[in-house]
């Protein structure tokens, strides 16, 4: 594991012996306390004799996500004994049910606008972000993210953008101050290996649209029968504690819209090992004689799967459309 991890890991399990040790002196019933202890010090020497992190059935590394959330861990997933098994496996259902209550509606209408999403986990949870925010006069704010690493893990943090997005939305910061505080909070509350991409916007009933994008792959707009990307990408949320993010703004008449997606969309493989790609994207899009957030999104799902086959799906996917309906 890279220095940095050992390091945070070894500080974590010193600051748990130490609570540990200051819990087992005033408890009365200690046993459970004086078993996490020894556990404790069995990690802290297996970190000086070389083998912390490794599986004691197979020998094979540990998998890190798993490392940093529980530096017990003593077996990789493949070695996990029956009831670590079914933990396991109640937490990810849990996990899925909390993910799918924190999801917007899947057809949007206000204000002129329609939003439409497609969000398909590669297991049980996912770690893309998505989510849609009425916030009445202030305008119709949507995301659209991906968050670094997989499984639990990832969709927890999944959970805490949410989180964070709409209490900053309901202070009324603008779209640039939000982001900014948001990567603070994500920076500050987060390990040195997570952070997130985003395509954060805000859609006015005048037609107007501010957007910013953290890292993420290039937005498509759509107007005036010509697809084009936006340009313009920044370091993604929480990788500093102090980021700038750069704010566009244009105006969509009736017609036009925005795609948004995550990179498990572009960089979907078929049985070949070929990539879907950024380009089969916008072909998909200029055969539409006219647009259509629905029906666009439709078809885009059904090419995907198309495209796909057989092949294994490796990551997760997420397909945005922004539609203006009514004109400026």
């Known amino acids: 594991m890279p220095a940095v991890i050992d390091n945070y890991l070894e500080r974590q399990l010193l600051s748990r012996r130490d609570k540990l040790e200051r819990a087992a002196a005033g408890s009365r019933a200690p046993a459970h306390l004086q078993y996490l202890l020894a556990e404790v010090d069995r990690a802290l020497e297996k970190m000086d004799d070389g083998s912390y992190g490794l599986c004691e059935?197979?020998?094979?590394?540990?998998?890190?996500?798993?490392?940093?959330?529980?530096?017990?861990?003593?077996?990789?997933?493949?070695?996990?004994?029956?009831?670590?098994?079914?933990?396991?496996?109640?937490?990810?259902?849990?996990?899925?049910?909390?993910?799918?209550?924190?999801?917007?509606?899947?057809?949007?209408?206000?204000?002129?606008?329609h939003i439409c999403y497609h969000y398909d986990p590669a297991g049980v949870v996912s770690g893309d972000y998505c989510d849609v925010i009425d916030a009445a006069d202030a305008g119709l704010y949507f995301m659209v993210g991906d968050v670094s690493g997989k499984g639990v893990a990832a969709s927890m943090l999944m959970a805490h953008l949410h989180a964070m997005f709409r209490t900053l939305i309901s202070v009324g910061f603008s779209l640039k101050s939000m982001l900014e505080r948001a990567s603070r909070v994500f920076s500050e509350s987060t390990l040195p290996n997570q952070y997130a991409t985003l395509v954060c916007g805000r859609a006015l009933p005048d037609g107007r649209i501010e957007i910013s994008n953290a890292g993420h792959p290039s937005p498509l707009l759509i107007r005036c029968g010509e697809v084009t990307e936006l340009e313009g990408s920044g370091l993604p949320v929480g990788m500093f504690r102090t980021e700038d993010f750069l704010v566009s703004e244009f105006d969509l008449g009736s017609g036009h819209g925005l795609v948004i997606y995550s990179d498990g969309v572009s960089e979907a493989t078929d049985t070949s090992g070929a990539e879907y790609g950024i380009e089969r994207i916008r072909k998909l899009i200029d055969r539409e004689r006219t647009f259509d957030p629905l029906r666009l999104l439709s078809n885009w799902r059904d090419d995907l799967t198309a495209f796909r086959c057989d092949a294994m799906k490796t990551d997760d996917c997420t397909m945005f459309v922004l539609g203006r309906t009514a004109s400026t």
């Open 57 to 113: 059935a197979c020998h094979d590394s540990i998998e890190c996500d798993r490392l940093l959330c529980d530096p017990l861990v003593r077996f990789c997933l493949d070695h996990l004994s029956s009831r670590e098994r079914t933990a396991l496996e109640q937490d990810l259902e849990l996990a899925a049910r909390v993910q799918k209550a924190l999801l917007p509606r899947e057809s949007i209408d206000v204000n002129g606008w």
